[in-house]
C-alpha cells in the first residue's frame, strides 16, 4: 500500500479549518456575535483551499467521500461534546455506519477473496 502523506496532510489541514470554521459558526449561532460571522467567512476560505487542493491530489469521489464523513464525524462529536447537542439512538446508527463507509471507501480494509 503506498501512502501519500502529501494528500493525507492537505486533508489534515482542510479538516483542521472546516472545524474551527464549525466552531465559529456555533458560536455565531449562540450570541449572534458578527464577528464570529466574518471570521468564520475567512477561515471557510482556507478551508476550501484544501479542499480543492486535496481533490487535485486524490481525485473528486473517494477523496471528497472521505473528506465529508471524517467532517460528519467530527461535527457531530463536537455537537455532543462540547455543546451538549442532543443525538438519537438511530442517529448513532447513522454515525456508526458512516465510521463503516470511511474504512470501506479509504480502502483500509479491503476483503479476502
Known amino acids: 500500500m503506498n501512502i501519500n502523506w502529501l494528500l493525507i496532510g492537505v486533508i489534515t489541514l482542510n ?7 464549525d466552531i465559529m459558526a456555533k458560536f455565531w449561532g449562540i450570541t449572534n ?23 487535485r491530489l486524490g ?18 462529536a463536537l455537537g455532543f461534546l462540547f ?17 463503516l463507509a470511511i474504512i470501506l471507501i479509504s480502502g483500509i480494509w479491503t476483503p479476502v477473496h
Do not use: C, D, K, R
Open 59 to 76: 481525485g473528486l469521489a473517494i477523496t471528497t467521500s472521505i473528506i465529508l464523513l471524517i467532517t460528519l464525524a467530527i461535527s457531530v
Open 15 to 21: 479538516l483542521t479549518f472546516s472545524t474551527i470554521s
Open 33 to 55: 456575535n458578527q464577528i464570529w460571522l466574518y471570521t468564520g467567512l475567512g477561515v471557510n476560505v482556507l478551508t476550501m483551499f484544501f479542499y480543492m487542493y486535496s481533490i
Open 83 to 99: 455543546f451538549h447537542e442532543p443525538i438519537s439512538v438511530s442517529q448513532w446508527i447513522g454515525i456508526g455506519v458512516g465510521f
